[in-house]
Every structure is written in C-alpha cells, then in structure tokens.
C-alpha cells in the first residue's frame, strides 16, 4: 500500500493520512524504523444512522495539508510548516478543520506504552476540551512513554470505550457509540484489571459551518535509540498544554511555504518536503537529522551524491540554522576524512562509508562544499572562519589518496564512493569533478577570510583539470579509466561538480564547450534510455549499462541537480523535460514515500524507502527562479 501524508511536527514523529481518510504509519512513539498502523480512527456525523467519512476521496494534496470533500460537508487535515518558524514547525499536532452543519464524532485509539496494561484515558475540560490517553504503568525508558489528546472547544468527550470485541465469527470493531453516543463516561477509563483490551476515545461536537479539532501527542521518553528528547520539551510539559498552545492558533499555523510555483512543480516541491516530518529528528538541544531510510539503512545524514548534499538546499532555504549546525557537526566529529553519516540512529557515532575500511573519494569533497555554501548563502564569516581549518584538513586528507600520480584521489573499485557496488578504478570523472569543485570551494573560502593559501592547492586544481579532460572523448566525459583499461560509458553524475561550481559561482571544471556537448550527450544517451527517467550509466550505443544495480538505475536526487545544471546552463528545456519527467515517474509510485532508486528498464522502485534525498527537487526551482547560483543571494 502507497504511504499516507505524514503529518505531525519536524523531529515530532507522525501519522499518515491517505486519500481515502483512513489513518496509519505513526511514528511519534519515537519507532521511525517500525511503524504503527491503527484501529479504532473514524470520523462520522452522527445520526440515527451515522454517516461515516471513512473512504471519501481526498481532492487535494500538498504537503502538509491535505482536503478532502464529500455531500455537503468538507474536511482539511494539516500540520504547521512556517519557513523560519522552528518552534511553530516542530510542533506535535495535526488539526483537522470540519466545514457542514450536523454532530461530527472523531474517535482515536489509546496507543501509549507498549503493553496495553496501565493504559487509562481521562475527561479534559477547560481552555479544550477532550480524551487526554496515558499509560499510568509506562516507564521513560520505554519509547511510547507519554500522552496523547483529541479535542476542540467544547467537544462533549466519551472518555473510553472497548473498540475491538468478540463478534458471531472472531474479534470486530464496536462502533456502537458512534449509534448511541453518551457523553462523558466518567473522569477516567481504564483497562480493567486481569483484561488484554483494546481502548479508545471520542469527542462530538455540534457544528453549523466549521470546527477544528486537534490531535496533539508529547512523548517525552528516554530508550536507548533515542535519549536525546524532542525540542517541543523546551516549550510544553504535556500534550494538553500544546493543544492549548496550538488550537486558538488553527489558523496562523496553517502550512506557509513561500513558493512561485503550480501544476507539477508545486506538486514536487511541497509534496518532496515530506521527509522533514516523516524521518527527521529534532533534539530537545537542536540538532537535526534526518535517515537515510528508516528501515534497511537507518543511517543519520548521509551524505554525498545527492543525499543530505541535495536536500539540504532545501532546508537550508526554509529553516538554514538547522544545516548550518548539521554540516558544523559533520566537521566535529571528524579528523581529516568526512564521515558517510552521524551514526547508525545515532548523530555521535560516525561511520566512514558503508563498505569500511574502503575510503569513500566524494564525501568529504562535498562537505567542503556544503561548507562554502553555507557561508555563501548565510553570510556568516564566523560560521567559516570555525570550520576553514576543517576545510584545509579535510582537502589535505583527499590529496592523500592521489596514490598515482593524476592529481585526483583515486577510484579502487567498488566500495569508495556513493556508486557503492559499482566498479570505478583509478580516474573517475564523478570523483574529479567533485574534487576539483572542492579546491575552487577552500581558495575562495580562503580569500574570503584574508588567507594566503599553498601554492600546491593550485597545482592540484590544474593537475586535477587535466586529468578530467583526459576522459573527454569528444562528446563527454567517459565513466573512468586506468592505464588502458576504461569505461566509456556516459555517466550522468561526470559533472556534478560542475553543478557545484555553478551554484556557488566557481570557475568551470572544463571548457564551456565540454561541458554543454557533456550535457547535451547526457541528454540524447541518458534521458533517451529510458521511458521512465534519467538512467545513471548508458553505454556510447545509447543502451543502459546494466553492469551493476547501480548502473542500470536512476538516482532521483541526482536527476534534479542535472536539471538544475541544465537550466542554469541555458538548457532551459532539456533541463524541464528530465525533471517532470522524473517527477511523474516518482509520483505514480508513492510521493510520500521516495525510493532511493528506480529501475530505467521497469520503472519500478528497486531502493532504499522514505530517501534522504527526496526534497532535491528544489534545486529545480532554485535554479529556475536564479536563486543558484547562490552568489546572488549572498547576504554578506
């Protein structure tokens, strides 16, 4: 089944809302890796007869809001998304707006604690009303210690009822309440004792035009995945206190994602920010992360071929304190060699590359770029001035790996870069025009702070140029190539570099004529490979490389930052095309839930679930509205 539209808070955990009104996927009990699919949800008007709304069909959808509409009555479902809001952004709600004339009833499940022994629910009434849900036996160690709340102004609540009860041929859910509703069943309801029950809430309220409710949750345990807290801790001590915080302020706090966009574009762009509620963690102290997937590889921040790399333009454009503290922490925690991550769910644990002990060659030369535009784009000379020894380190530990001599660190084969799996020996355009981007990046960071650098650094620059052109074969840049033994095939990353020089306003990796003939081959080979999108490796004869899963496969991330290269090149249509391309193939699969990788030949997700990398549409836009190159944004 497709992914619902997370909806909760940034690092708050979520809950998934699908075009059909059915809820599932929740997250905010601190269990990103597993997933809790519910029973006991509904929303009806009741009559004699209620009607309920589960099934009708959403009829718009953008991040993170969600509408759906039916006979005479209408609903919107969202959660606050305000660029430059982190407090407001972070919170954990989700209000849902009724519009009709009639009683509507939400019922919700008791879920806390992660044994149905000590699970209570209590009336609230006062500034909101509702069903506040606890565990009075949970301990802080246990990942789904906290509390959640339903309510509204006013609601009249049922305070617990036993939704899931023996029927004529096995366990049934009991909607009876929603036929005979009695308010207010008493202060508490809890699972009586010697009983295994399933319990649940509910909360009415009489409308004749529109009414919001709000669904706020406050987990605030302590296990050993998690034990950095939420930074919603540093503002609320419950889940009623958000509530009271957050539903007379409905309607400031719906989504404001400055945009210029519509038809696909739009669609691409909010609904790609999903990952900033569905796999992100945003700590009682501030730091931020994000999974590489939640699942097989649960890996913080990874970096490097367009992961944290590409969707950090994103973030950096909303919330830019939060890339700059992650990108800072990556330098931290280092000695010279960048990590691949912040750690197995964990940001304190750095691992160096997924195939350790081989060295990764692209890693640490795009933490020097994210360094250099972070300056760019914030303006902030202390900010480089902290991480400009970093820099110096970390391109000295890459001129290490030059082991022969061509002024480029060196490809091994098939475990030291982002291609992992892949076979790239000795010099590789991707690598080369990374690291070439990654020298232009530390001279001008070095200009910027007043210091003289070493004259090697120019050297290498020059040296590293030469050994790129070498792959030139007269209509682009080959794979790679060692000694007599190459790949002439046309990889779409061979200059991603010069994606890099492009946005930070760097000189060219090559010749202006290189490059565009480059791009219009990754065009006519590439593109024109597959039906579905741009397909990472295609042999000279235009067919797909299927040497490795790798090869035969299109990155996403990777796609939208050729196109951004394309635009910002003049290649205005070319660029377009590979993107809405890219992006109607990604959307018939699951919008809310991007792959890591699709297969050029099937078009069929083959990747890593909930990707890192999905909000790298943005470097689309920014490159349509000249907001890359990101000189002319420079605030210092």
Known sequence: ????????????????????????????????????????????????????????????????????????????????????????????????????????????????????????????????????????????????????????????????????????????EDLSPFYSFRPQAGEKFIISPYAREEIAGMVVKEIDGEETFVLTWYFNARPYHYPYGHYYENWFSSAVEVAEYALPRSEQLRPKIPLNAEGWIEDALRNSLYVLVSTSWLTKDGRFAL??????????????????????????????????????????LSEDEIPHDLGEESIEDPIYGASYPFSWADLTSTWILEIYRDYLFSGDAAFLKRN???????????????KDGDFVPDSKGGYDNSYDGTHM?????????????????????????????????????????RSLDSLWNGKYFISWKKGHEINDSCLNSQLLGQFWCDALGLDPVSDEEKILKALNSIYELNYRSSKYCLTNCVRPDGSVDTSTDQ????????????????????????????????????????????????DALSGQSVGLTHYIGSPSSWLVYMALENEIPIRQINKG
């Open 425 to 465: 020996y000795g010099t590789s355009s991707y690598v080369a025009s990374l690291f070439i981007a990654s020298i232009e990046a530390f001279i001008k960071a070095s200009e910027a702070l007043g210091v003289a650098v070493d004259s090697k650094y120019a050297q290498y620059l020059k040296g590293a140029r």
């Open 291 to 332: 999974y590489e997937t939640p699942n097989i590889a649960p890996l913080m921040n990874t970096i490097g071929a367009m992961t944290w790399d590409g969707a950090s333009f994103a973030i950096l454009r909303l919330f830019p304190e939060l890339v700059l503290k992650v990108d800072e922490l990556f330098g931290d």
């Open 388 to 402: 400009y020894s970093r820099m110096k380190k970390a391109l000295d530990w890459l001129i290490t790996q030059d």
């Open 551 to 598: 090869m035969r496969s299109c990155w996403p991330r990777v796609t939208f930052a050729v196109s951004a290269l394309m635009i910002m090149r003049g290649l205005e249509k070319m660029g377009i095309d590979i993107a809405e391309r890219e992006w109607r193939t990604i959307s018939k699969i699951d919008r809310w839930d991007q792959s890591s990788r699709v």
């Open 1 to 172: 089944m497709a992914a619902g539209m997370p909806l909760g808070g940034i690092g708050a955990g979520k809950i998934e809302f699908f075009p059909n009104l059915a809820v599932g996927g929740i997250t905010f009990l601190n269990n990103w890796s597993s997933p809790l699919d519910i029973k006991g949800f509904h929303i009806a008007l009741i009559k004699k007869n209620p009607i309920f709304l589960d099934g009708i069909p959403a009829n718009r959808a953008l991040f993170p809001e969600i509408e759906y509409e039916g006979k005479g009555y209408q609903l919107t479902v969202y959660s606050p998304l305000l660029a430059g809001d982190l407090k407001d952004s972070s919170l954990p709600a989700v209000f849902i707006r009724v519009r009709g004339k009639g009683r509507v009833a939400i019922s919700f499940p008791n879920i806390v604690g992660s044994k149905r022994a000590g699970r209570a629910n209590f009336l609230i009434k006062g500034k909101v009303s509702g069903v506040l849900f606890k565990n009075l036996k949970a301990s802080q160690a246990d990942p789904r210690y906290g509390e959640i709340f339903l309510g509204c102004r006013d609601c009249e609540a049922l305070t617990g009822y036993r939704y899931w009860i023996p029927g004529e041929s096995g366990m049934i």
